[in-house]
Nanobody, 128 residues
Framework: VQLVESGGGLVQAGGSLRLSCVISEFTFADYAVSWFRQAPGKEREGVSCSSTGDRETYVVDAVKGRFTSSTDDAKNTVYLQMNDLKPEDTATYYC??????????????????????WGKGTQVTVSS
């Protein structure tokens, strides 16, 4: 399974970007696709998680109301729409998938360990 992210770039604060994650093999049921980010000198953190089984998507509080995730099954693609970007959103963004249930944003710290396949990341830089 290969995951390829794209859509990153440089944007001013308040701007928007849409990241894409194309997955080479996309199956249903008990499959979760998550977005993560890691800023220099900081730990990786979960941003959103989408369960393909129950079609639920969760985003963490830090981005709630600004980021949303959606899935295009026909294109084997998961998107992360990022609006009202802030300088603190600057990071490398990764998508990953695995056989698990998201269960809720309160479980975001568990998503990374449960993810099996990872993309190489795309850089997002937000200028003030």
């Amino acid at each position: 399974v290969q995951l390829v992210e794209s859509g990153g770039g440089l944007v001013q604060a308040g701007g928007s970007l849409r990241l894409s994650c194309v997955i080479s093999e996309f199956t249903f049921a008990d499959y979760a696709v998550s977005w993560f980010r890691q800023a220099p000198g900081k730990e990786r953190e979960g941003v959103s998680c989408s369960s393909t089984g129950d079609r639920e998507t969760y985003v963490v509080d830090a981005v709630k109301g600004r980021f949303t995730s959606s899935t295009d099954d026909a294109k084997n693609t998961v998107y992360l729409q990022m609006n009202d970007l802030k300088p603190e959103d600057t990071a490398t963004y990764y998508c990953a998938d695995g056989f698990y249930e998201c269960m809720g944003s309160f479980m975001s710290s568990s998503w990374a360990a449960k993810s099996t396949y990872w993309g190489k990341g795309t850089q997002v830089t937000v200028s003030s």
